[in-house]
């Protein structure tokens, strides 16, 4: 089989994608296996692929197929959301390049323009996840609004509004006036702003030179204000009780009330109430009994009840009203001021606190047993950091507000009645039904088409938090064969910042639900920024296209950049050095496996010593890299896990043990250390499977001159016998190898002219042990041998603490050894001080774990006979 001078991913990734596919490697159903399964977090039907998307789903393939050939049965099942803020928006904005009004549609007209945008759009990221080679099993792909989740939401609903959790009313919500929806207290993003506070005054009613003064940021809600609070005991505003103030610009006589919510030191000590459009003031007014004035269209103009502005935008009123009280002499003084104001998290638009009625989820009863299994660690946390942010807000949970005020999502199955009351019910006939049994008149007659359907749709996020549920159908069919076989899922891969959104919900849920956790590990990825820490976004300029960074890198390639730096729970700087990275090694690899099937054999010759140690070395040196690796993923450790697999491959493997057996120019190779080192080759692209599907996938099959068969249908290489003592001895080998090709570069002595080497030792023996003539090899030395005494015209230098020394045919400069030798005393002489300082402190050593301070006294040790060493090269040289 001819092999490609170069490894081509284009040539690659398609075919081998194509062939997984065609066989089914990816596809999952029962069976008497253990069951691994991981559910996507399903991106939004409008969405294409980012930075963060590759790294989430680079992160579930490598588990995923990982758990493959560990001999589990795995499910990756992948959809997506049909996100209802941000593809009514789509649709909405295509309907108006082609010239037509939302509002001018009935629902149905707008719906099915909606759903002819979902199956022309709504695929696009689940082919550009195949292009990153992710192995999930497609046959299994959902939607959240597809038969089967639309009916298991709407069950959903009516069993939750039946047991008494979900209702209906109206509360202080936060309105979304660009979205024209309510959005839920976890969909605020508060933002720092730079403000002005404003100071203005009030007049009290039968006084004309009588004044009180307050302070806000918001001086376009005055026109809503319905009373003003101070605090019972500032004696300031004690002349006040049963007195009114006027509101400015339109003198309507609001009362004082008196309530210690207020702080007597902010400000003025004094308070304009708006139950309108404040949650605080909302709570006074249901308190006092205040009157409500909403001065706000839901699109965040003034509405008729403001009595001025009637029309005009919010922000413009802020403007316009600032100036008119100045006029009218009620402005005191304008401070700047800095405060946190909350954003939709959809839209970016400024949020409005607005009373509306809105169906809401009682969350308190199931936020105890969703706390208490993240607590007991049912639920793992990686980083386990986390669990300290789940806690504070499962502590401090509110009532989740459901109904969103849009066309696209799942209709709430709610039926209003001409009398203003309602039924909860799946279809118009079952509610007909059952507002016929709820009747108490029999004499009163309503027909089914007295019937309205309420208009809200869910929010996004209460067909998400079943998601691990509704993937196997569990709702609808709760003993079916996919849900007993796979569920609870083991693992979820998600952002941080939706723990609240969906992490939680979804806890609930399975408990609530299933009576059983959703999933057993929570690995949180971080944030994707550029080198400058900024976060990655299309305004910002600084995202890369991920499609076009395969393309040009090759996916095994930016999966391999985007996991190096990319430890769980901690932020990814990104930088395209990266995956130039991922694509050396993927290189490296190539050139590697094009370098040992290039070896001629000869089946009569013995294996030499040297190659007999080099295979024994390398196998020790793996089977401890699979222990060390396999720790690494059992601690979701998975960006240590690469680099472990990185050095393993680059420096162990391709720097070290090739070179060591690699025969001489044109010679052969022994048929014994050839077919171990083909035994090795296949244990590392196995090992790196997980990491690189596509270059591996290529190397096995080049290596197996195989059809059918894939490298992920082999098994992950097992940990053997382990020599440490030869792990240990190398180590010296390799300092002194790469000791002496520092003094052959430094003296410029040409690496095929050889040279003789002498160890410092009294007894004639040294530390080179088993590796004696690999040491010749790799240093193209003319001999090896021990001495107790430095030959003359040598430079010596220094591996561990031994003395090691290289006649030289030239003249030495003494003055130059001297001042390198005195350089290198004056660097050991810090690092001996930093260690010393940790073994002064009586804290570090009295607390600190036995090995960490026997670690930092053979640093002691060793520092000390360094110096010493080098001390008498000095005297030497000097004398």
Known sequence: MEIATKYDPSSVEDKWYRFWMENGFFRSVPDEREPYCIVIPPPNVTGVLHMGHMLNNTIQDILVRRARMLGKNACWVPGTDHASIATEAKVVAKLREQGIDKSSLSREEFLAHAWEWKEKHGGIILEQLKKLGASCDWDRTCFTMDEARFETVIDVFIDLYNKGLIYRGARMINWDPKALTAVSDEEVIYKEVKSKLYYVRYRIEGSSDEWITIATTRPETILGDTAICVHPDDERYANLKGRKIHVPLINRAVPVIFDEYVDKEFGTGALKVTPAHDINDYNLGLKYNLEVVDTFNPDGTLSEAAQLYIGENRFKVRTKIVRDLDTAGHIVKIEDYTNKVGYSERTDEIIEPRISVQWFMKMKELAKPALEVVENETVRFHPAKYKNMYRHWMGNVNDWCISRQLLWGHRIPAWHLPDGSFVVAKTRHEAFELAKSRIPDPGSRITIDDLKQDEDVLDTWFSSWLWPISVFDGIRHPDNADINYYYPTVDLVTAPEIIFFWVARMIMAGLLFRNEVP???????????????????????????????????????????????????????????????????????????????????????????????????????????????????????????????????????????????????????????????????????RLMHPFMPFLTEEIFHVLHNSGEASIMQTRLPLSGVIDN????????????????????????????EQIPVFIRSENNKGKTGHFHDVVIKLCNLSELQYSPDQPESSVSFIVGTTECFIPLLQNINPEEEIKKLEEEIQYQQGFLN??????????????????????????KADAESRIAVLKDQVNTLRN
């Not at 043990?657 to 077919?675: C, G, H, N, R």
């Not at 792990?727 to 390799?734: A, C, P, T």
């Not at 930093?834 to 670690?855: C, G, H, I, Q, Y």
């Open 834 to 859: 930093t260690v010393m300082k940790k073994l002064d402190n009586e804290s570090f050593v009295n607390n600190a774990p036995a090995r960490v301070v026997d670690a930092e006294k053979k640093k």
């Open 519 to 685: 999933f057993r590990n929570v690995y949180f990825t971080g944030i994707v920024r550029d080198k400058q820490g900024r976060k990655m976004s299309k305004s910002l300029g600084n995202s890369p296209e991920p499609i076009e960074l395969i393309g040009k890198y090759g996916a095994d390639a930016v999966r391999m950049g985007m996991l190096l730096c990319s430890p769980a729970g901690n932020d990814l700087l990104y930088d395209d050095s990266l995956v130039e990275q991922g694509r050396n090694f993927c290189n490296k690899v190539w050139n590697a496996m094009r370098l040992v099937k290039g070896w001629e054999t000869d089946p009569g010759l013995e294996q030499p010593k040297s190659n007999q140690v080099s295979v024994e070395w390398f196998d020790s040196v793996l089977n401890t890299a699979l222990i060390d690796i396999n720790e690494q993923f059992t601690r979701y450790r998975l960006s240590e896990a690469l680099k472990d697999v990185y050095k393993l491959v680059w420096d162990d493997f391709c720097s070290w043990y090739l070179e060591m057996i690699k025969p001489a120019f044109q010679m052969p190779v022994d048929s014994k250390t050839y077919d171990a080192t083909l035994v090795f080759f296949e244990k590392l692209i």
């Open 725 to 752: 003592g030869l792990i240990s001895e190398f180590d010296f080998i390799r300092q002194l190898v790469m000791s002496v090709r520092a003094v052959r570069s430094e003296k410029n002595i040409p690496q095929k």
